[in-house]
T-cell receptor
Framework: RKEVEQDPGPFNVPEGATVAFNCTYSNSASQSFFWYRQDCRKEPKLLMSVYSSGNEDGRFTAQLNRASQYISLLIRDSKLSDSATYLCVVNPSNFNKFYFGSGTKLNVKP | EAGVAQSPRYKIIEKRQSVAFWCNPISGHATLYWYQQILGQGPKLLIQ????????DSQLPKDRFSAERLKGVDSTLKIQPAKLEDSAVYLCASSPLQTKGTEAFFGQGTRLTVV
């Protein structure tokens, strides 16, 4: 079983739409969770960390459900510039080990 | 603050040749990672160093891949001999030494094409 699993998409949505991605992880003892964004032919960059209480950064909201072992990312009022691949990342231990999902591709269309 | 530096950016080699990639992490970051990202997939961890010691190399194909981090700073990743399936982007990342919650910072990667 993979450490981190994501729906690869693509999610094709119009501008202004709300879109949500989920990601599941296998290790119940996982410590830290992140969403990274990766543009085409670029390196991954941190979008936001995911805290136990959930957190929001502008149009982006991340949630963690430890009981069901999944994390989610909600994007409101989608912009064309949100088009990218969103990578779910889990640190399963105390040793700064980062496991990536396969990524979910988002296409925001005019 | 300077980011993670990698070179070369692109490399094309024939199968069975050897190749080496170089990474300079962010200054002061104790942990260094090499990831392999095949087109359409997420990054896969190949090896993780903490200072100059190996923390995890369980997914490194040791019959052909090797990596070192002398003096706990720069690192090199070598493939010898290369196979067609090694075509991928090789990403180096670094993070500071903390128990949890810190992020990994990535370099721009080296895009390897094996023909």
């Amino acid at each position: 079983r993979k450490e981190v699993e994501q729906d690869p998409g693509p999610f094709n949505v119009p501008e202004g739409a709300t879109v949500a991605f989920n990601c599941t992880y296998s290790n119940s003892a996982s410590q830290s969770f992140f969403w990274y964004r990766q543009d085409c032919r670029k390196e991954p960059k941190l979008l936001m960390s995911v805290y136990s209480s959930g957190n929001e950064d502008g149009r982006f909201t991340a949630q963690l459900n430890r009981a069901s072992q999944y994390i989610s990312l909600l994007i409101r009022d989608s912009k064309l510039s949100d088009s990218a691949t969103y990578l779910c990342v889990v640190n399963p231990s105390n040793f700064n080990k980062f496991y990536f999902g396969s990524g979910t591709k988002l296409n925001v269309k005019p | 603050e300077a980011g993670v530096a990698q070179s070369p950016r692109y490399k094309i080699i024939e199968k069975r040749q050897s190749v080496a990639f170089w990474c300079n992490p962010i200054s002061g970051h104790a942990t260094l990672y090499w990831y392999q990202q095949i087109l359409g997939q997420g990054p896969k961890l190949l090896i993780q160093f903490q200072n100059n010691g190996v923390v995890d190399d369980s997914q490194l194909p040791k019959d052909r891949f090797s990596a070192e981090r002398l003096k706990g700073v720069d690192s090199t990743l070598k493939i010898q001999p290369a196979k067609l399936e090694d075509s991928a982007v090789y990403l180096c990342a670094s993070s500071p030494l903390q128990t949890k919650g810190t992020e990994a910072f990535f370099g721009q990667g080296t895009r390897l094409t094996v023909v």
